[in-house]
Nanobody, 124 residues
Framework: QVQLVESGGGLVQAGGSLRLSCAAS????????MDWYRQAPGMQRELVAA???????NYADSVKGRFTISRDNAKNTVYLQMTSLKPEDTAVYYCNAGLVAGTPSGGRRYLEAWGQGTLVTVSS
């Protein structure tokens, strides 16, 4: 059983900062990409930032220069440092990872895992 658990969300004033964390646990052999998505009320889920196993990053235009994604491969953890937050950043933030996990029969399989989400609210 693989789990992704996010933490670090909360309420912050515009211009403030937050750091989100997402830790993967379970029988994990390797993790490929690790991403952060967000979904605002009434909106589709969108990709915020992505990082490859080697550290290559990609950002949505709306967060470039304000958000930084990083990962600790030894801890199977991805982070999202958010600065200069705006009210329009308010959303539930989800962690996603593409990983190879163990199966109950002793095999391995690739899967896309999701966290439960953490709410970020930015007040004006």
């Amino acid at each position: 059983q693989v789990q992704l658990v996010e933490s670090g969300g909360g309420l912050v004033q515009a211009g403030g900062s937050l750091r989100l964390s997402c830790a993967a646990s379970g029988t994990i052999f390797s993790i490929n990409h690790m991403d952060w998505y967000r979904q605002a009320p009434g909106m589709q889920r969108e990709l915020v930032a992505a990082i490859s196993r080697g550290g290559s990053t990609n950002y949505a235009d709306s967060v470039k220069g304000r958000f930084t994604i990083s990962r600790d491969n030894a801890k199977n953890t991805v982070y999202l440092q958010m600065t200069s937050l705006k009210p329009e950043d308010t959303a539930v933030y989800y962690c996603n990872a593409g990983l190879v996990a163990g199966t109950p029969s002793g095999g391995r399989r690739y899967l896309e895992a999701w966290g439960q989400g953490t709410l970020v609210t930015v007040s004006s």
